[in-house]
C-alpha cells in the first residue's frame, strides 16, 4: 500500500510539514553519515550528539537567501542545498576544525522542491563526514536555507586556527586558485541550471567544495592564521590582517588566478572558500600539505609591522568584494 505523500509526484503545497520531516529524515539516513549509537537525531525536540572526534567543539551557522546569495535561474535545488551546507562547514575549515553534526531550516515558497535541497544537503554531507540531525521548515516568500554546523578540533596538541594570530614576518598562502565561482557565474550567464552539475568555473560556482582537510593540514603544520575566502580576497585578507594586527604586503600572481577567471575576479569575486593561511614556516606548510596529498598552497605575500597599511604588488589594495548592506 502506497502512503500518502510517500511517493509519487505531488502538486505544489501539498506536503505537509511533518511528512515532508519524515521524507528528508529518511533521505538524510541514506545519503549521509550514520550517528554514533545513542545519539538523537531528526526526530526529537533537540539533537544530541557526541563529537566525533573529541577535543574542543567549534559552531558555526550561514544563510543561503534567494537573490542574494543564489540565482535559481543557473542554480539547481540540488546546488542550493549542497552550496549551503559547504559555506557554513568552510568556517569550520578555516579554524581547521572537523565537521561533525549539522542542523538544515528551510523557508521556502509553495511548489519549491525541497526534497531536491536536500539531496544536495545530503550529498555534501557525506563528501565532508558530517550528519544532519534536525532543524526546521517554514513558508516563505523567498527561499532561504539556514545551516548550523557543529565542529571539534582534536586533543592533538595543535590549537584550532583563528584569524587574529598572524605575526610580522608570517607568509601568506591561498590553497587554491582564486576566482573560479565568480567566472562561473559569468560563464553561466542566464542559462537554466537543468543538467548535471558542470566542470570548471560554473562547477565552482554551483557546487563549491569546502577544504576541510586543507584547515586540519595547515592547524597540523603550525599555521598561526586563517581566513576563508567568501567575500572575496580583498575583503577577508583584511579581516586577518585587523584581527592580527598587522599589515600586508600582497603579491598576487598569475598561480593565484584560477583558469577562466579575471585577476578582478580573482581579487573581489568571493564564494571560492578557499583559505587564507598565515605561517612562520612556509616548509612546515609545504610538506603538511604534501604528506596530505594536497594541492600546494600558493604564496600570495606576507603579513608586516606596518597595521593598517595593505598593499597589492607595492601600491594601495584596491577596494571591491561582497559588502551587506541594511
Excluded at 541514506?30 to 545519539?39: A, E, K, N, S
Excluded at 535559481?72 to 552550496?83: I, M
Excluded at 592547524?219 to 581566513?227: D, M
Amino acid at each position: 500500500m502506497r502512503r500518502p505523500n510517500s511517493e509519487g509526484p505531488r502538486r505544489p503545497g501539498t506536503v505537509d510539514e511533518f511528512a515532508l520531516i519524515g521524507l528528508l529524515r529518511e533521505r538524510f539516513r541514506r545519503g549521509g553519515v550514520p550517528l554514533v549509537p545513542g545519539d538523537l537525531g531528526i526526530g526529537d525536540d533537540a539533537a544530541a550528539v557526541t563529537p566525533r572526534h573529541g577535543g574542543r567543539m567549534v559552531l558555526s551557522t550561514d544563510l543561503v537567501v534567494e537573490g542574494v546569495h543564489v540565482d535559481l535561474a543557473v542554480s539547481t535545488p540540488e546546488d542550493v542545498g549542497w552550496k549551503a551546507l559547504m559555506v557554513t562547514v568552510s568556517d569550520l575549515a578555516a579554524m581547521g576544525a572537523a565537521a561533525d553534526y549539522v542542523l538544515l531550516s528551510v523557508a521556502a515558497p509553495p511548489g519549491f522542491d525541497v526534497e531536491r535541497l536536500a539531496d544536495g544537503v545530503a550529498d555534501a554531507s557525506g563528501i565532508c563526514g558530517c550528519a544532519v540531525v534536525g532543524g526546521d521548515l517554514s513558508a516563505a516568500a523567498v527561499l532561504v536555507v539556514s545551516v548550523a554546523a557543529v565542529g571539534s578540533v582534536p586533543d592533538d596538541g595543535h590549537a584550532a586556527l583563528r584569524r587574529g594570530g598572524a605575526r610580522p614576518g608570517d607568509a601568506l598562502f591561498v590553497t587554491g586558485p582564486l576566482g573560479a565561482s565568480a567566472a562561473g557565474l559569468r560563464l553561466l550567464g542566464g542559462d537554466a541550471a537543468t543538467g548535471p552539475v558542470p566542470s570548471g568555473p560554473s562547477a565552482a560556482h554551483r557546487r563549491p567544495v569546502a577544504r576541510l582537510r586543507e584547515g586540519d593540514a595547515a592547524r597540523r603544520s603550525g599555521a598561526t592564521a586563517a581566513v576563508d575566502v567568501s567575500d572575496g580576497l580583498v575583503v577577508d585578507v583584511v579581516h586577518l590582517a585587523e584581527a592580527s594586527g598587522v599589515g600586508l604586503a600582497l603579491a598576487v600572481g598569475d598561480d593565484a588566478v584560477a583558469g577562466g577567471a579575471t585577476r578582478d575576479e580573482a581579487l573581489t569575486g568571493g564564494e571560492d572558500y578557499e583559505l587564507v593561511l598565515a605561517t612562520g614556516d612556509p616548509d612546515a606548510l609545504r610538506a603538511g600539505f604534501a604528506a596530505e596529498g594536497l594541492r600546494t598552497p600558493v604564496p600570495i605575500g606576507r603579513c608586516t609591522e606596518a597595521a593598517g597599511v595593505f598593499t597589492l604588488d607595492g601600491g594601495e589594495l584596491p577596494a571591491g568584494g561582497w559588502h551587506h548592506r541594511f
